[in-house]
């Protein structure tokens, strides 16, 4: 059996503000986004790794050698690009609230109704083009990895949650079930056939973290 813990990467100051930060946009991890780091990895621990594959962008590379840095294991770190978050076209850097106002039907079908959501207007990417990719590169990751390898995947919010509820078969209209994930969170799911089906474990896990969470952690 092959397990996958699904981490999102640290929270960052755009996180902070309530800012869009997509494909292109990124900002620095929060100082105490390492204390997160470190909290997660201090649960992790006790589990061997034996690989972590990140998407390019340097909120999740940051995150990912702190992770391994505080997990104190010799395992590789490989870049996968098609694990970047969503291209949020005109709406990354933009403040949350901001974009309510301007495309108020856009932002509500990204939140609440993927199946209805069109960022045409936005020049965005489709929730379609996002669970492509994404479910492609964990179906490369699993067969190339050995049936009882842990393997870590650090990724973004919105990109994980349309990637993992695909893998686990859910509509696309129901993506948003379980709701978001947290920043430093992990979600874990197992294979025992390869990838041709997933069993969730849990969902958004962050009991290890010792702050009181906000609204603007999870997404």
């Known amino acids: 059996m092959t397990t996958l813990y699904f981490i999102r990467h640290g929270k960052t100051e755009w996180n902070l503000e309530g800012r869009y930060q997509g494909a292109r946009g990124d900002s620095p991890l929060l100082d105490s986004s390492y204390v997160e780091i470190e909290e997660l990895a201090t649960f992790l621990k006790p589990i061997h790794f034996d690989h972590l594959y990140t998407s390019p962008l340097k909120r999740t590379q940051v995150t990912s050698a702190a992770l391994k840095r505080d997990l104190g294991q010799d395992f590789p770190i490989t870049v996968v690009d098609a694990l970047h978050e969503f291209n949020l076209g005109l ?15 856009i932002v509500k079908a990204f939140r609440e109704a993927p199946a209805e959501y069109d960022p045409t207007e936005i020049k965005g990417e489709t929730f379609e083009q996002v669970i492509e990719r994404t479910t492609q590169a964990i179906d490369a990751i699993v067969k190339a990895a050995k049936p009882t390898d842990h393997i870590i995947i650090v990724s973004h919010g919105a990109a994980m949650v349309a990637m993992m509820q695909s893998l686990l078969k859910t509509p696309l ?5 379980d709701g978001g994930v947290t920043n430093s969170s992990v979600t874990t799911m197992t294979t025992d ?12 896990d962050t009991h290890f973290l010792s702050k009181q969470l906000s609204a603007t952690d999870t997404i």
Request: hydrophobic share 35%; net charge positive.
């Open 91 to 105: 709406m990354e850097g933009m403040r949350f609230t901001e974009v309510e106002k301007q495309y108020p039907t």
């Open 173 to 177: 209209a129901q993506v948003r079930k």
């Open 193 to 204: 056939d390869q990838g041709a089906s997933f069993k969730l474990i849990k969902w958004n």
